[in-house]
T-cell receptor, first 113, second 111 residues
Framework: EAQVTQNPRYLITVTGKKLTVTCSQN?????MSWYRQDPGLGLRQIYY???????DKGDVPEGYKVSRKEKRNFPLILESPSPNQTSLYFC???FGTGTGELFFGEGSRLTVL | KNEVEQSPQNLTAQEGEFITINCSYS?????LHWLQQHPGGGIVSLFM???GKKKHGRLIATINIQEKHSSLHITASHPRDSAVYIC?????????????FGKGTKLTVNP
């Protein structure tokens, strides 16, 4: 089954404690991306990647890091989480946003205390 | 001003009604996506459009590139159509693969 898998689905952490949200896809997609969704602000792009070792900033990259060492995986790293990073996070993949259907993970709800 | 504007923000309909959700954008685009998000959070892609019209079941999406406008229509609406519908565009500037989202339209269909 074609899918995008995110883990963890729910996480409560404290300010400053590094965490990683994993994202994996099994469709051999070149494009992967991370978004955060906040009430009143909608979805906003954090980082995206067009292929292995190719990443680029979205609209809200501050406080986040990503890496794309393998085609199927695109982890989101919060080196020093802060309360303003409390949000619902989505990973997505496709063959390209201008050419292919987007497939989304189920979301990861992160709370930073 | 947001690059992608959706209207209405909220929409309540009776079962069976014909529904239209609009999306206007201000930049040149290579594609436009319509997404559906049910309560509980998961996001599903409904359509990707670069021109013309697409149909899937009771859903129809159209796009007018010259007018920078797209519409999502739902025929014979049903309570299970209740969800947030999100429009997203891929701007052509810079050759990037960024996505810019509208804030969504919350649809409630009453039985």
């Amino acid at each position: 089954e074609a899918q995008v898998t995110q883990n963890p689905r729910y996480l409560i952490t404290v300010t400053g404690k590094k965490l990683t949200v994993t994202c994996s896809q099994n469709m051999n997609h070149e494009y992967m991306s991370w978004y955060r969704q906040d009430p009143g602000l909608g979805l906003r792009q954090i980082y995206y990647s067009m292929n292995v070792e190719v990443t680029d900033k979205g609209d809200v990259p501050e406080g986040y890091k990503v890496s794309r060492k393998e085609k199927r995986n695109f982890p989101l790293i919060l080196e020093s989480p802060s309360p303003n990073q409390t949000s619902l996070y989505f990973c997505a993949s496709s063959f390209g946003t201008g050419t292919g259907e987007l497939f989304f993970g189920e979301g990861s709800r992160l709370t930073v205390l | 001003k947001n690059e992608v504007e959706q209207s209405p923000q909220n929409l309540t309909a009776q079962e069976g009604e014909f529904i239209t959700i609009n999306c206007s954008y201000s930049v040149g685009i290579s594609a436009l996506h319509w997404l559906q998000q049910h309560p509980g959070g998961g996001i599903v892609s409904l359509f990707m459009l670069s021109s013309g019209k697409k149909k899937h079941g009771r859903l129809i999406a159209t796009i007018n590139i010259q007018e920078k406008h797209s519409s999502l229509h739902i025929t014979a609406s049903h309570p299970r159509d209740s969800a947030v519908y999100i429009c997203a565009v891929t701007p052509t500037q810079g050759g990037s693969e960024k996505l810019v989202f509208g804030k969504g339209t919350k649809l409630t269909v009453n039985p």
